[in-house]
């Protein structure tokens, strides 16, 4: 079975300062990894190099069983559309656009004709029912970082990036969001790879992982 996410040997410098180094890694369709450590080790950049929004100096990534390094700008969007969803700690839904809109942004970047079928389900799902025509000014974080998983999940990706999707939340609200995390992850047969400092939500991973500038090792001994 190819991996949702295969990471050989990667490294990542700015300038002379090594940020990690021989990163691999495997995540196995429907596999839920949680990618814990020191504040400045680079957990953000690894999962923006896992996502190919950033560059990397040495090894490979491969999404989908396609080596992002070896596709054009446009491919590589292509293929991130397909068969990526990201969750950010700080929401980044449009502001200018409703709940709905937000939510169908990656279905109509795929040119898909079943928005509006799609995005209603998928709002059911995460709690958000009547609520499709708001604005995100009016809504609360834990609703706004529902329907940044919404958005995330609603096109079916092979895989979800999740950046410190509670870090903005209390604990309650924390808690619910993981749930509904993990439950939609589930549901879609979705590998999720979470970076997270909440032990409470590392502890609810199928693998957890520390990262080091050595490299990254099965934080479970």
Request: net charge neutral.
């Amino acid at each position: 079975m190819t991996p949702a996410l295969a990471v050989d040997g990667l490294a990542k410098r700015y300038g002379e300062a090594t940020v990690f180094a021989d990163v691999t890694l495997r995540v196995a369709p429907g596999e839920f990894v949680a990618i814990v450590g020191e504040s400045g080790v680079g957990k953000s950049t690894l999962l923006n190099c896992m996502a190919g929004l950033d560059h990397w100096d040495a090894g490979r990534v491969l999404l989908a069983g396609k080596d992002l390094a070896a596709l054009d700008d446009d491919a590589r969007a292509r293929l991130r559309r397909q068969a990526l969803g990201f969750v950010f700690q700080a929401f980044h839904v449009l502001p200018h656009l409703d709940v709905a809109q937000n939510v169908a942004l990656p279905l109509m970047l795929l040119g898909r004709h079943d928005a509006a079928a799609a995005v209603d389900a998928m709002l059911d799902a995460v709690g958000l029912q009547g609520l499709a025509a708001r604005l995100p000014q009016q809504l609360s974080g834990g609703q706004l970082q529902r329907v940044a998983i919404a958005r995330a999940l609603v096109h079916r990706p092979a895989l979800l990036l999740a950046d410190e999707p509670t870090g903005n939340l209390d604990p309650g609200t924390a808690a619910r969001v993981m749930d509904l995390l993990i439950a939609q992850v589930r549901a879609h047969g979705a590998a999720l790879v979470l970076v997270t400092h909440s032990e409470a939500a590392a502890a609810r991973a199928d693998r957890v992982l520390h990262l080091t500038a050595q490299g990254i090792a099965d934080a479970r001994g």
